[in-house]
């Protein structure tokens, strides 16, 4: 599955973030993660878990600079890593 189509559908399950964000703000929050997750991923595997908190930080502060309900952003993260 595309990344991008991933990361759409996970902001989109929301109802809340439907009803607040345009359409247009949902593609640049897909755009935006996927663009952060491609340059941030890694093969090693020592390092998985502080890559996880990397990303999940990075996601996090993604989802709240356009203001993503508060309310399901953990379940969005959660589905996008």
Do not use: F
């Amino acid at each position: 599955m595309n990344v991008i189509c991933l990361c759409g559908n996970a902001l989109a399950n929301n109802e809340s973030a439907m009803r607040e964000l345009t359409n247009e703000t949902l593609k640049k929050i897909a755009h935006e993660l996927t663009a952060n997750l491609r340059q941030n991923l890694i093969v090693d595997g020592s390092e998985r878990e502080s890559l996880r908190a990397k990303l999940r930080l990075m996601a996090v502060c993604i989802l709240r600079k356009y203001t993503y309900p508060p309310d399901s952003r953990n379940a969005v993260v959660e589905l996008v890593l």
